[in-house]
């Protein structure tokens, strides 16, 4: 018996079960920014194609996803490499990046936005995350917004007898729990 139940080339976004709504990585080789952090070129506000090296994705001089409503579900964001700007209808603001977590119920709503900053003006802004929406239980549905940061050194990790590191963002494996959720 194993534990894969099917193998499938990945796609944008990744096919997913309930309760995923939605699974992606973004993989973007940004170029140098400038004094403002924007990138080179101006997106259209539809850039997702994937033959370049970076998109803009619904930005124009800066890359990411300006102010938009969720509603009804969790998003977790995990990023590996580079950086993420976020603001939310909550008050919330920062930067996070390079292995920290945002764990976000949208609940009875949220508007918030994710702008990838070209931070760097002397080197390349490289941007690697990933991004799970999880559906909430009709009961859960209209529960209030909540927002979590889980920086890169609290986040559990486990190492394998085989040279590999997991990183525990929810759940228990191998003794390690991840960190609460948002409340």
């Given at each position: 018996?194993?534990?894969v139940q099917?193998?499938a080339?990945l796609?944008f ?14 993989k973007?080789d ?19 194609d994937w ?17 938009h ?7 977790l ?6 950086c993420v ?9 920062g ?8 764990w ?7 508007v ?9 003006q002397d080197r390349?802004?490289p941007l ?7 559906n909430?239980p ?9 927002f979590?940061?889980h920086w ?8 394998s007898t085989q040279?590999?590191?997991a990183v ?16």
């Open positions: 018996s194993t534990s099917s193998i080339p796609g976004p990744f096919k997913t079960p309930d309760p995923f709504l939605f699974c992606v990585y973004h973007d940004y170029p140098k920014g400038n004094a403002k952090m924007e990138a080179p070129r101006r997106g259209n506000g539809a850039d997702f033959n370049l090296p970076y998109r803009m994705y619904h930005g124009e001089r800066l890359p990411g996803f300006p102010q409503p969720h509603r009804g579900f969790e998003t964001t995990t990023t590996w490499l580079g700007d976020h603001t939310d209808s909550m008050g919330n603001a930067r996070y990046g390079d292995g920290d977590l945002q976000m119920t949208a609940g009875k709503g949220i918030h936005g994710e702008i990838f900053p070209l931070i760097h390349e802004n690697r995350l990933y991004q799970i929406w999880l909430l009709a009961k859960n549905k209209m529960v209030e917004p909540a979590v940061m890169h050194e609290e986040i559990p990790k486990v190492d040279g590999v590191t525990v963002h929810a759940g228990t494996l191998m003794g390690k729990t991840g960190l609460p959720p948002p409340p």
